[in-house]
């Protein structure tokens, strides 16, 4: 492991510093002793040449690496430095008149050691939220035989595959429950802290934690396909990949580079010109190599991300495309879809009715209950969970097929049956009966049979007791908060008056969506679009920031920039927020470490000797790696901030 490396490397060289220190002529002249020895020289050499060689062999190593890529960096100035500092001093040591520079030498690597083990600790530190998400799949499962269970590896098991789950123990698999109850703690995949309660036909996540009651639970998806690998997946992407901040950052720390290289060298040239001996000219070089390292501004984007990406899958925001994750502080529209996001998405059928002779209205519930099975769409579970309470069996459906933004259609019992929108019904010339609407919260569909309008089921779907408080914050915020929904217009301008919303879309297809984000974005808004990742997709797409609502465990929104494991709206008020705390994260750490090299590189130089003042190799050295070190740690405060705002 590298950091133990490091590690390893600084108290072997800070032990052979002692003896290299104690025999520097110049330490000897400080401290006001002479301690030398026949070929005391040459020990003092043979120390140093180790420390340069093992101690300094990182630098060395990620010089050679550096120039073979043609872009120099950190490692190509440290290796610089220490390369001029041992091979003067060792040239002075076999006849060149001058001084040595052994113990700069030897401190300088160990203060670079140590500053690179320090922060290797803190990137560490800010993955470790990505590593507890890895942690969290159990590695063993209780896989039931018949009547046996038998532990094996969660790797060997397969779909089907039925596992017990004991009090207290993490769930193995993305499954669902097929006999138990209990309450299951899902905090550290969702961020939701109260635990949820799980029964048979309810869906599980692999890494859950579940409570006082025994589960057996058949697994669906595992390996790759589960639920936490797409999760550990998606982190481990967006800490990988570069977004426009970074990208400046990395084009600040190559600029500096050349520019440290080319100071060093003027600083050089100047106090040569100036008539100061080599051995000083040199150490202002040194010094000034060392100093101007952008080892600072190399961390301080990267560091942020690494945090943020993590807390941000733990509190259940999974960030796809980190540019917009860092740009989500200019949203001023903000676009819902209704359905799921700003109301619960659980339709309860509230009144149905058959206007068909002969058709009863049991009857016509049967028939919509029984096309709409096999959909997840709020709507169609909310039918088919009314149709249960009755106990009867579902007809068995053929040719069953979508109807985009309107419904769906097929062959039931022998009968063509369609269940649509009352936007279909107004295109296809139908009038619904006068009755269908007795409440603006509805939401109504109309059952057609074999052609003709056999009847309607009326839903209510129950606005979350979330969402008038985001709402009211997005306000707070400046932020223009839109509805588009395939609802009608009495149940979208219901729900939209209740919230307070500053406009809304009723009846709108999928399509219709990217209309409407266009039309905001040509007022000059910047817009995030909410919607399910599926028939949003291309709204997803249009906006400048698609958010996708998962179900729970659906990551799978690939036209999303970020996905909403919960359907929560505070959730998207906590991602502008965490955005906003990143974004000024990177901004303090470049200011810092920019800041820094402005004013330590004129001190490294020697603008103050007039004054008494010289920075020596090694000081400069303790400089940079405290400014990695500041960089660092406020970085880890990022950490602290979300948890804050979350809670």
């Not at 209780?142 to 397969?158: N, Y």
């Not at 004129?602 to 190799?617: D, E, I, M």
């Amino acid at each position: 492991m590298m950091i133990e490396d490091f590690k390893r490397r600084f108290w072997v060289s800070l032990v052979l510093t002692v003896p290299i220190v104690l025999l520097s002529p110049m330490i000897q002249g400080w401290l006001g002793f002479e301690w030398q020895f026949p070929g005391s020289r040459y020990v003092l050499f043979a120390l140093s040449a180790f420390v340069f060689g093992y101690g300094g062999w990182p630098f060395l190593k990620g010089t050679v690496e550096e120039t073979g890529r043609r872009n120099p960096g950190m490692m190509t100035l440290i290796g610089m430095a220490i390369s001029v500092a041992f091979f003067y001093s060792a040239a002075t040591t076999f006849g060149l008149p001058g001084k040595s520079f052994y113990w700069e030498l030897a401190t300088l690597i160990d203060i670079m050691l140590l500053g690179h083990w320090i922060e290797m600790k803190s990137v560490l530190g800010a993955s470790r939220a990505l590593e507890l998400l890895v942690s969290m799949m159990p590695s063993e499962a209780h896989k039931i035989e018949g009547e046996q269970v038998v532990d094996v590896p969660v790797a060997e098991l397969q779909p089907g595959d039925v596992v017990l789950v004991r009090p207290g123990e993490r769930i193995p698999v993305d499954g669902e429950v097929v006999e138990g109850s209990s309450y299951v703690d899902e905090s550290m995949l969702t961020g939701e802290s109260k635990p949820v309660k799980k029964e048979a036909g309810d869906k599980v996540t692999g890494g859950a934690v579940n409570g006082n009651g025994t589960l057996r639970v058949r697994a669906e998806r595992l390996g790759k396909d589960s639920y936490l690998n797409k999760v550990i997946t998606m982190v481990q992407e967006a800490q990988q990949a570069k977004s426009k901040m970074q990208g400046l950052a990395d084009r600040a720390a190559r600029w500096l580079t050349f520019i440290a290289i080319g100071a060093g060298l003027l600083t050089l040239a100047v106090w040569l010109w100036l008539g100061y001996d080599f051995v000083f000219a040199l150490e202002r070089m040194v010094t000034v190599m060392v100093i101007s390292c952008p080892h600072a501004l190399g961390l301080a984007v990267p560091l942020v991300v690494a945090i943020s990406t993590a807390v941000s899958a733990q509190q259940g925001l999974l960030i796809r495309n980190r540019t917009a994750f860092e740009e989500s502080r200019k949203i001023t529209a903000m676009v819902f879809d209704k359905t799921g996001t700003l109301t619960r998405g659980s339709f309860g059928v509230t009144r149905y009715r058959s206007v068909q002779d002969g058709l009863a209205d049991d009857e016509l519930l049967r028939l919509a209950a029984s096309l709409e099975q096999g959909s997840e769409h709020p709507i169609a579970v909310g039918i088919v969970q009314r149709h249960q309470q009755h106990g009867q069996a579902l007809y068995e459906v053929q040719d069953i097929q979508a109807i985009t933004g309107k419904g769906i259609r097929g062959r039931v019992d022998g009968r063509e049956v369609m269940v649509v929108s009352p936007g279909w019904l107004r295109e296809n010339d139908m009038e619904a009966p006068a009755d269908a609407w007795t409440s603006e919260a509805e939401t109504v569909v109309f059952v057609i049979v074999d052609g003709q309008l056999a009847g309607y089921i009326a839903l209510a779907d129950e606005i979350r007791p979330e969402s008038p408080k985001a709402i009211e914050a997005f306000r707070q915020m400046g932020i223009k908060v839109y509805m588009a929904t395939g609802d009608n217009e009495k149940v979208a301008r219901a729900v939209a008056e209740q919230l307070g919303l500053d406009g809304y879309y009723a009846e709108v297809l999928p399509h219709q969506k990217v209309e409407i984000v266009r039309e905001l974005q040509q007022r000059g808004a910047f817009v995030a679009m909410t919607g399910d990742g599926v028939n949003d997709a291309p709204a997803l797409a249009q906006a400048d920031i698609g958010i996708a609502v998962g179900s729970g465990t659906d990551v799978a929104a690939e036209t999303a920039d970020i996905i909403l494991v919960n359907s929560n709206p505070m959730d998207i008020l906590h991602l502008i927020q965490f955005g906003r705390a990143t974004y000024a994260k990177m901004v303090q750490n470049l200011v810092w470490a920019t800041g820094y090299n402005a004013f330590a590189i004129p001190l490294a130089a020697g603008v103050a000797y007039k004054w008494g003042f010289v920075l020596s190799p090694a000081l400069g050295a303790v400089l940079m790696s405290l400014s990695t070190v500041i960089v660092a740690l406020n970085a880890q405060l990022l950490r602290r901030s979300m948890t804050r705002t979350r809670a």
